[in-house]
C-alpha cells in the first residue's frame, strides 16, 4: 500500500462497474436476496481504504470486490459472506474496530471479519515466519464459522492471481506456501476448482519454464486432443439420446500442474502421459430417488460401448470422499487404442464438486445452520481440533501433521459389527486403532484383519474388516512414527512421547542432582556443554533424558569435566564443539549479509569461488541449472534446495520471510546426483549402461547398484555432473538403450 491520493474518474468507473457486476452476480443466485446490506458493506469499505493502493497500483477496494466476487461465484455463498469478504480487511489495515462493524452489521459478520482478522497479519509482510501459527489460528476459526475458512480460500485465489507485482523471493514463498497448505485445503473442502487453479498458479511462479513448456505443448496439441474427443464422444452422445436422458458432455484437458507432477513422479516425458484428456458427462436425474440408478445405467450403456479397465473403477457415489465429492470414475478403452477417463455426476455432484461445501447446504433441504455438515467432514473437523489442542506442537510438526489429513485418497474399513469407517489411503492397524479411541491406540499390539492376525504396522486396504487387539503391557515407542500415517495416530504418539521424555528428563535432573551432592561438586553451564560433547547431545534436555533412560551412566569421566582437570579425555570431545561455534561465527560474515543481518533484498550468487559461504541440501541434490532457493537459518547459514524440493515447500510454508532468490555462475564445480533406471534384464546390460556414463559422457560415476528379479531390472547410479545439462545428457542417452524402460532422476 502506497500514500492516501484520489482516483482517476477512470479507476472510479472501475470500482463502480466492479461491484454492478457482483450484484448482478449476486441476483442471480438462490440465496435471498440482500442488496441492501452488500451496497452498505461495499460503501463502508470504499470509505475505509479511501484513496489506498496494493502493490500492483489498482486501488485497494479493488481487492476486497474480487474476494467478494470469488465468494459468491466460485464458491457460492451468501450475503453473509459478501459482506465479510467485502470488509475483511477493515479491520486488519484502517483505524475500524471489530465493535465498530458490529454497531453497523450485527455480531454474526463481525464474528467472521474478526475470525478473518485475527490469521491476516503477515501474508506479504516480514512476519511471514508466522504462518504455521497463522494457518493453525485459521483451522481454529472452523469451530466458530466455517465461511471464514472459505473467505480465507478467496482471499489467497485472489492473491495469486495478482502475484506479478510482488518480488520473486516473497512469489517463492506465497506459492510454496499454497502449495503446501491452501491447495490440499481447498480439495479437502471440495472446492476442486479452485484447488486446481491454486495448483496451477503456485507451478507458473515456482517453476515458469516448465509451466511455459506444457502450456505450449498443450495448445500445439489442442486440435489432436479435439479431434480425438470428437471420435470419442460421438457413440456415447447417440447412445445417451437414444435412452433420453437430459445431459451434458466435455472434455476436461488434465492441468498443467497435474501433468508436471505425473512426469516427474513416472519419469515420463509429455508425450507418454496418456490421461491428458478426460471427459466428463453431467445428467439431469428425473427425480431424487432415482438419481443413483440412473448413474449406474450410464455406466453400462457406456461399458457396451467401450471396454473398461477393470482395475480403475471408482465408485465415489455409493461411497462418498470424506469432502462430499460424490461421481463415477471409469477408463475406457477408445477406438484409437488410448485409455480415457470418464466421469459421471448428476447436477447435484457435479454443483458439490465444483463448490464443494457450501453447494451441500443449497441441497439440504430446510437446512438452517453451517454445523448441519457432512458427518464425514465432521469427523475431519474434530481430528483437527484434536491436533490443535496438542499442548506443545512443533510449528513444522504441525504443519506435517495436518498435510497428513488433507491430500489424502480415502479407503473404506469395516469394524467388527459391521460399521463402515473412512480412513486415508496407506493407513496401519495402528491408525486404525487410533481413530477408535486413544486407548486402543496406545495399547495396540496388533489386529486381526479379515479374521488374520497381523501386525500393528499391518497396511490396510479397502474393505478390510478390523478387530482391534489390545494389552495393557504395551509400551509407546518412538518406532511407531516410522508407520503411523494418519495425523491423529502421529499426533498422539509424538504427545505421549513428549510426555514420557518430560518424565525422563525430570527424573535424569534428579539423578545429575545426586550425582553433584554425592561428589561435591558445582556444574555451571560451561561444564554441562562439555558432557553434552562427550556424549553427542545437542542440549542439557537431551543429556538429562538419556541419564533419565539409563542410556547414560554418570562416572569418572563426567567427574574429571567438572573438576576441569587438563588431563581428562574430554578435550578431544570438545574441540570440534568449539570449532563449530567458530564455524557458526564466520558463517554470519557472508557478503550477503549486511550489518549481521542478511539483506533479503539481494540476488545470492553461487560461483566457484565462493562455494563454502553455503552448503547444497541432501534431501534434493541441486546442479547448476535446477531452479533453486536459498533458506537462512537463525545462525545466518546458507543451504541450497530445489524450488520443488518437499523439505523446501515445507520451509516456505513456515519460514518463509528467510528466503533468499539465488543465481548459478558455476564453471568447475562437480555435483553429486543420483538416477533411476528400471527395464528388462538383458546380457551386456551393465556394459552398455557404463559405456554411455563413463565412455560417451565422460562422466565420473561415483556408485552404482544394480538389482535383478523375475527378468526385470531396477538400479541407482551415482554420478558427478557439472550441470543440469549433463544430467539430462546422460538420463537421455540412457533411454536410447533399448532393454531400459525408465530413466528418472532421483532424489536424495
Not at 506442537?393 to 474399513?413: A, G, R
Request: charged content about 30%; glycine content about 6%; overall charge negative.
Amino acid at each position: 500500500m502506497s500514500e492516501d491520493i484520489l482516483f482517476s474518474p477512470d479507476e472510479e468507473r472501475l470500482i463502480d462497474e466492479a461491484f454492478q457486476h457482483l450484484i448482478d452476480c449476486y441476483l442471480q443466485t438462490k440465496h435471498r436476496k440482500k442488496v441492501e446490506i452488500i451496497t452498505k458493506a461495499f460503501q463502508f469499505a470504499r470509505q475505509a481504504h479511501k484513496g489506498v493502493r496494493r502493490h500492483s497500483g489498482e486501488p485497494y477496494i479493488m481487492h476486497p470486490l474480487a474476494v467478494a466476487q470469488i465468494v459468491c461465484t466460485e464458491i457460492g455463498l451468501g450475503s453473509t459472506s459478501i459482506c465479510a469478504a467485502l470488509l475483511h480487511d477493515v479491520v486488519e489495515d484502517t483505524d475500524y474496530t471489530t465493535d465498530d462493524i458490529k454497531n453497523v452489521f450485527g455480531p454474526k459478520i463481525a464474528q467472521i471479519v474478526d475470525g478473518l482478522t485475527k490469521i491476516a497479519g503477515g501474508i506479504f509482510g516480514d512476519k511471514a515466519s508466522a504462518q504455521a501459527e497463522n494457518f493453525k489460528k485459521l483451522l481454529l476459526t472452523m469451530n466458530d464459522d466455517i465461511r471464514v475458512i472459505l473467505i480465507k480460500i478467496a482471499d489467497r485465489l485472489h492473491n495469486m492471481r495478482t502475484l506479478d507485482s510482488m518480488l520473486p523471493r516473497k512469489q517463492y514463498k506465497i506459492a510454496g506456501e499454497t502449495l503446501y497448505l491452501y491447495a490440499p485445503l481447498a480439495y479437502r473442502l471440495g472446492l476442486n476448482k479452485i484447488k486446481t487453479e491454486l495448483e496451477d498458479l503456485s507451478f507458473r511462479y515456482e517453476h515458469p519454464a516448465e509451466f511455459k513448456d506444457i502450456q505450449e505443448k498443450l495448445s500445439f496439441s489442442r486440435e489432436e486432443m479435439n479431434e480425438r474427443y470428437r471420435q470419442f464422444i460421438s457413440p456415447i452422445t447417440e447412445k445417451l439420446d437414444a435412452m433420453g436422458i437430459q445431459y451434458r458432455i466435455f472434455g476436461r484437458v488434465k492441468s498443467p500442474y497435474s501433468i508436471w507432477k505425473k512426469m516427474n513422479k513416472n519419469g515420463l516425458t509429455f508425450e507418454e502421459v496418456y490421461d491428458i484428456l478426460a471427459v466428463r458427462i453431467v445428467y439431469e436425474p428425473k427425480s431424487d430417488d432415482t438419481e443413483l440408478n440412473e448413474c449406474f445405467n450410464i455406466y453400462l450403456a457406456l461399458t457396451q460401448i467401450y471396454k473398461s479397465h477393470p482395475d480403475r473403477l471408482r465408485d465415489w457415489v455409493t461411497h462418498p470422499k470424506a469432502n462430499g465429492y460424490q461421481a463415477l470414475h471409469l477408463t475406457l478403452m477408445s477406438g484409437s487404442g488410448q485409455w480415457v477417463e470418464v466421469q459421471i455426476r448428476s447436477t447435484r455432484m457435479d454443483d458439490i464438486a465444483e463448490q464443494g461445501i457450501a453447494a451441500h447446504w443449497k441441497y439440504k433441504a430446510g437446512a438452517s445452520s453451517y454445523e448441519e455438515d457432512e458427518s464425514e467432514l465432521g469427523h475431519w473437523l474434530e481430528t483437527i481440533k484434536e491436533i490443535l489442542e496438542d499442548p506443545q506442537p512443533d510449528s513444522m510438526d504441525f504443519l506435517d501433521t495436518i498435510k497428513l489429513n488433507l491430500y489424502s485418497s480415502e479407503i473404506f474399513i469395516f469394524t467388527p459389527k459391521g460399521e463402515l469407517r473412512t480412513m486415508p489411503q496407506g493407513s496401519t492397524v495402528l491408525d486404525f486403532a487410533f481413530t477408535i479411541h486413544t486407548f486402543m491406540g496406545t495399547n495396540c499390539i496388533g489386529a486381526k484383519v479379515n479374521h488374520k492376525l497381523e501386525a500393528i504396522n499391518y497396511e490396510l486396504k479397502s474393505g478390510d474388516q478390523v478387530e482391534i487387539l489390545t494389552s495393557k503391557n504395551q509400551k509407546i515407542s518412538p518406532e511407531w512414527l516410522d508407520f503411523a500415517t494418519t495425523a491423529k495416530a502421529r499426533g498422539r504418539i509424538k504427545q505421549l512421547l513428549r510426555k514420557e521424555e518430560r518424565t525422563n528428563q525430570k527424573f535424569g535432573e534428579a539423578i545429575f542432582h545426586e550425582f553433584l551432592e554425592a561428589e561435591d561438586l558445582e556444574a555451571d553451564s560451561d561444564k554441562i556443554s562439555r558432557i553434552c560433547a562427550l556424549h553427542g547431545m545437542g542440549s542439557r534436555e537431551e543429556l538429562m533424558v538419556a541419564i533419565g533412560q539409563k542410556k547414560i551412566v554418570l562416572g569418572e569421566q563426567e567427574k574429571n569435566i567438572i573438576k576441569g582437570d587438563s588431563g581428562s579425555s574430554w578435550w578431544r570431545f570438545w574441540s570440534p564443539f568449539s570449532t563449530k561455534d567458530k564455524d557458526k561465527a564466520a558463517a554470519k560474515k557472508d557478503d550477503v549479509q549486511t550489518g549481521g543481518t542478511i539483506d533479503y533484498r539481494k540476488t545470492l550468487i553461487i560461483n566457484d569461488l565462493d562455494m563454502h559461504k553455503y552448503t547444497f541440501a541432501s534431501c534434493c541434490n541441486p546442479v547448476p541449472g535446477d531452479a533453486v532457493l536459498g533458506f537462512a537459518d537463525e545462525n545466518g547459514h546458507i543451504t541450497i534446495h530445489k524450488r520443488k524440493c518437499e523439505l523446501a515447500n515445507r520451509m516456505k510454508s513456515g519460514n518463509g520471510n528467510r528466503i533468499l532468490t539465488v543465481e548459478w555462475q558455476i564453471e568447475n564445480s562437480l555435483f553429486p546426483a543420483s538416477i533411476y533406471m528400471k527395464g528388462l534384464d538383458s546380457v551386456g546390460l551393465l556394459a552398455k549402461v557404463t559405456e554411455v556414463i563413463s565412455q560417451k559422457m565422460n562422466v565420473n560415476m561415483t556408485k552404482l547398484v544394480l538389482e535383478t528379479r523375475e527378468g526385470v531390472f531396477e538400479g541407482t547410479i551415482s554420478v558427478m555432473v557439472h550441470s543440469l545439462k549433463d544430467l539430462e545428457a546422460i538420463k537421455k542417452g540412457l533411454k536410447k538403450i533399448s532393454d531400459i524402460t525408465t530413466v528418472v532422476r532421483k532424489e536424495e
